[in-house]
C-alpha cells in the first residue's frame, strides 16, 4: 500500500516561491497529481507526471508559475510555485494512481491522498 506525505509549505508574500514535496512510501510505481482545495471550494487540478515516461501536465490557472516534476531515485514528486498569489492560498494535497495514466485531471482518478499541507500567500 502506498503512503503520501507532503511538505514544504507555509507562509509566503505574494511573488514568492515554494517547492511543496510529496515523499511516496511502498509501491513508488504510480502516476502522481497535485490538487488544492481552499475553503468552500472543489478540490482543484494544478499537475500530474505519469510514472513511465514523466509526461507533464499542467492546469491552465498555474501554467507558467507551476512545475511538476519527480525524482524516482528519491520517491519523491515536487511540485515547484513561482509567483505566488494570495489566490494560492489553499492546502496542497498530493495523490497516487495505479496502473496506466488516465483521466489524471479529476481527483476521482486518484486512489491514495496524502494529508495535505497549507500554504498561505499574504499580499
Known amino acids: 500500500q502506498v503512503q503520501l506525505v507532503e511538505s514544504g509549505g507555509g507562509l509566503v508574500q505574494a511573488g514568492g516561491s515554494l517547492r511543496l514535496s510529496c515523499a511516496v512510501s511502498g509501491r513508488t510505481r504510480y502516476n502522481m497529481g497535485w490538487f488544492r482545495q481552499a475553503p468552500g471550494n472543489e478540490r482543484e487540478f494544478l499537475a500530474s507526471i505519469s510514472w513511465g515516461l514523466s509526461i507533464a501536465v499542467h492546469a491552465d490557472s498555474v501554467k507558467g508559475r507551476f512545475t511538476i516534476s519527480r525524482d524516482n531515485a528519491k520517491n519523491t514528486v515536487y511540485l515547484q510555485m513561482n509567483s505566488l498569489k494570495p489566490e494560492d492560498t489553499a492546502v496542497y494535497y498530493c495523490?497516487?494512481?495505479?496502473?496506466?495514466?488516465?483521466?489524471?485531471?479529476?481527483?476521482?482518478?486518484?486512489?491514495?491522498w496524502g494529508q495535505g499541507t497549507q500554504v498561505t500567500v499574504s499580499s
Open positions: 495523490a497516487a494512481q495505479r496502473g496506466s495514466p488516465r483521466d489524471l485531471r479529476s481527483r476521482f482518478s486518484y486512489e491514495t
